[in-house]
Structures are given as C-alpha cells and as structure tokens.
C-alpha cells in the first residue's frame, strides 16, 4: 500500500478556506429558512388577528400584506434609515403611543395570569 504524502501548508489553507466558505453558505441557507419559517408565522398571526378582530376580508388583507411587503423591503434596503422613533411620532399624531400600549397590554397579561380565587358560594369553593 502506497502511503500517503503530507499535504502542504498551502494546500490545506485552500482546503480550510473551502470548508469555511460551504459551511457559511449552508449557515446562511438555514438562517434565510429560519428567518422566512418565522417571518410567515408572525405574518399569518397578524393576518388572522386582522380577519378575526377588525374584519378585514381576503382583499383588504391582501391590500394589508402587499403594503406591509413594500414597507419590509423599504425598510431592509435602508436599515440605517430606519427611524422606528419617526414612526412612533407618525402613530401619536393619531393618539395611538406604541410605548403606552405595549404596556398596557403587558399589564393585561400580568392580570389574566393572575389566579383569581373564587368568592363564597362559587363553584369549586368549600362550605
């Protein structure tokens, strides 16, 4: 059986190079798969929160879905420019604070979380 020779140190620096460069296409494929697995999922809730609770039919959403896209796409090309805070100011112009809203809506997690113990007389209670 022939043995065989040592590879060079530039052979495996080449070799190393190509193993990093696959491994970072495969991270990126997976991480794009993650990201649009759950992209579509916080789009489906909001669709159906939409549906559900304002109304909104199939074209109405799909008016909805087709602005939020223009707006995902303006706002990725242009991340430095992306001024949530210039957004928030837009929403009070209309009375709707998203800081006071968030945590009013934290505060009514805390609350349904909250065991509430039944009075006297309720069902489940003993006499």
């Known amino acids: ?5 040592k590879p060079d140190e530039q052979t495996v620096k080449y070799v190393l190079t190509l193993c990093r460069e696959e491994l970072r296409k495969i991270h990126d494929e997976e991480l794009t798969k993650a990201l649009a697995e759950q992209t579509e999922n916080v789009d489906t809730a909001i669709f159906y929160t939409l549906h559900e609770y304002c109304g909104f039919g199939k074209n109405r959403l799909l008016r909805f879905a087709r602005n939020l896209n223009k707006a995902h796409d303006f ?16 929403l009070k112009k209309i009375g709707f604070d ?5 945590q009013l809506l934290a505060a009514e997690r805390e609350e349904e ?9 309720e069902v489940g209670t003993e006499s």
Not at 1 to 5: D, H, Q, S
Not at 98 to 102: A, D, N, R, S, T
């Open 113 to 121: 979380n909250v065991e509430e113990k039944p009075e006297d007389g």
């Open 1 to 5: 059986m022939k043995a065989l020779k």
């Open 98 to 102: 998203v800081k006071k809203i968030e």
């Open 75 to 90: 706002f990725v090309g242009r991340y430095d420019d992306y001024d949530v805070d210039a957004m928030q100011r837009e």
